[in-house]
């Protein structure tokens, strides 16, 4: 008999988990990757593609994730091994588990140094260090920033402290008191960005350049970008999503909660475009700059603009809450497999994760400055990492999820643990779940790993 709840406690409401499950989603990626990848590959005909894949792939293996954690009701690694014995299939099944929380680990550890730029650059623009500089001012000061490890480690430590702080003190505590907070101040905030944007005289532009459907400049790589950017950006194959899913109530609906946080992931996207582009055009700047864009481009809009001082504050705190969520739910798997495994207390397993993570992210900060020179596969440590689990662990964990609740778990724990009974909504999951699902995620993990172009299809 599966439990009801789980030992590290339980969201309050079906609204706690959708803001912290959202808060996951929305990261980084969001702020700056997603508005850039639907201009560059036509606009609305990029974000029309986007929302088919999220419907056919991001919503149910989110679906499913969430499905198999709240059955399981423990971290991804003994909840998949709960499942596969009730299910009468191979332990080994547990590897699942095992590959979401490793990934989520290397992925946190040099998101950790990036989130720590983000903490850096608040102060920054809070000083008016951006007020009237160039485009030679501004990236020459990033180039200073990061070729020097010991200011990269004390905002790295800062930021990681600031994690751990929070996954600590607990479910409730925790977690669910920060993203009540952190959530709705990071949609304000981008509100009052897209209110900055409209003052800029270039809203019409950069709204244009983001909405304007070209189907000239989709193409393959457009749609096998959206594909990515739907099973990327719902932080799926991670753990966290399970293990948010084992805290959520038994009466709470999956299905409406997915569509809910898929919905809000997208409008956050799309908010940021329309918050950044028009001050990009606004100050004639390129905005085919990806990362680039947030710490060389946007600095120099901040500083040229009327009240960028106090706009460009609000824009990089922004930023920093975006990474917060994501990184207490990228920290939790790990933590709750060291309680349940390990006898350890919730403090002692958060500052244990968060050290080991700590540790690894010194790699990373390192391959920018000291380490520049050391390459592996014609890769940095921090492109190695990134490349490990977002191209290879994440797709693969997705398809592994995919199979598992399509083909492994029987209909009847499916059907008992959605509750959409055996009508259409259920048949078109199940459908979505067993092939499409499995099949385009395989394609993005083809397309990742540089497989699809070898073969002369990417």
Known sequence: MT????????????????????????????????PYTAGEYGGGAFVLVYLLCVAAIGIPIMMAEIMLGRRGRQSPINTMRLLATQEGRSPAWQLLGWMGIVAGFLILSFYSVVAGWTLSYVFRAAGGAFVGVDAETVSQMFGQFIADPEALLAWHTIFMVMSVAVVARGVANGLESAVRFMMPALFLL????????????????????????????LGTEGILSAMGQAFFSLSLGMGAIMVYGSYLNSRASIASSVVIIAGTDTLVALLAGLAIFPLVFANDLAPQLGSGMVFKVLPIAFGQMPGGQFFGTLFFLLLVFAAWTSAISLLEPMVAWLVENRGFTRVRAAMLAGVAVWLLGIGSLLSLNLWSDLTLFGMGFMDLCEFVAANVMLPLGGVLIAIFAGWMLARSSST???????????????????????????????NAIGLLKLIGLG
């Open 3 to 34: 439990a009801t709840t789980s030992i590290h406690g339980m969201w309050s409401t079906r609204m706690a988990f959708i803001l912290a499950a959202t808060g996951s989603a929305v990261g980084l990626g969001n702020i700056w990757r997603f």
């Open 190 to 217: 981008l509100v009052a960005m897209v209110g900055y944007a409209m003052t800029s005289g270039h809203f019409v532009e950069g709204a244009t350049y983001l909405f304007r459907p070209d189907f000239s400049k």
């Open 416 to 446: 008992d643990e959605l509750r959409l009974g055996d009508g259409i909504g259920y048949r078109l999951w199940r459908l979505l779940i067993r092939y499409v699902a499995p099949i385009a995620v395989a394609i993005v993990l083809l």
